[in-house]
């Protein structure tokens, strides 16, 4: 298995209150990744890296950021948590090849509650 | 921009019956394919992916997987269900030049005694 950790794994909090989840990586890939999965929707990118401080945004970005300054660390931040945010929220990796495309590696979830 | 649509978002079959979970992309440039499964509380794990060496995919537990351009599908399939199959299905591409990976909604698939 991918050696991909997600932190916390659960947590509950109010809303207007800042929100930090944590991915971390043995895997030294170049890419991580962050999704929120909710019922009806899959999985919908939230933003992604490319490198060390490279990020670019997904198809749901509002209300997010992120910061990558070590490759092993991917920080999902929620600055002020709406209940609109609650979600299970996934990491993932992928390596770059020189040709094809490799698939990505999951972590195992973070579930969040904003009362 | 592209998209991955997954026809059936549950899906029930025999145990023993014929598995057929359906996934169609929206581009005229064959993307790289994925299906991925995922069981309750746990993340996700590749099932198999399309390299374009071959448009018969194998993959894991017994998947595999067409792809066919003329229609834009990538239909997964399993001759025999098995009840350790029941779990929820993803079809995911990755058009060439980016690494964002696009993910169909899902089909839950239940496996009956």
């Known amino acids: 298995d991918a050696g991909i950790t997600q932190s916390p794994r659960h947590k509950v909090t109010e809303t207007g209150t800042p929100v930090t989840l944590r991915c971390h990586q043995t895997?030294?890939?170049?890419?991580m990744y962050w999704y929120r999965q909710d019922p009806g929707h899959g999985l919908r990118l939230i933003h992604y890296s490319y490198g060390v401080k490279d990020t670019d945004k997904g198809e749901v970005s509002d209300g997010y950021s992120v910061s990558r300054s070590k490759t092993e660390d991917f920080l999902l931040t929620l600055e002020s948590a709406t209940s609109s945010q609650t979600s299970v929220y996934f990491c993932?990796?992928?390596?770059?090849?020189?040709?094809?495309?490799?698939?990505?590696?999951f972590g195992p979830g973070t579930r969040l509650t904003v009362l | 921009a592209q998209s991955v649509t997954q026809l059936g978002s549950h899906v029930s079959v025999s145990e023993g019956a014929l598995v057929l979970l359906r996934c169609n992309y929206s581009?005229?440039?064959?993307?790289?394919l994925f299906w991925y499964v995922q069981y309750p509380n746990q993340g996700l794990q590749l099932l198999l992916k399309?390299?374009?060496?071959?448009?018969l995919v194998k993959g894991i537990n017994g998947f595999e997987a067409e792809f066919k351009k003329s229609e834009t599908s990538f239909h997964l399939t399993k001759p025999s269900a098995h009840m350790s199959d029941a779990a929820e299905y993803f079809c995911a591409v990755s058009d060439q030049g980016t690494y964002k990976y696009i993910f169909g909604t899902g089909t839950r698939l239940k496996v009956l005694a």
């Open positions: 895997e030294n890939h170049r890419y």
């Open positions: 581009s005229s440039v064959p993307p790289y």
């Open positions: 399309y390299t374009s060496a071959a448009t």
């Open positions: 993932a990796i992928s390596e770059s090849k020189s040709s094809g495309r490799p698939e990505q590696f």
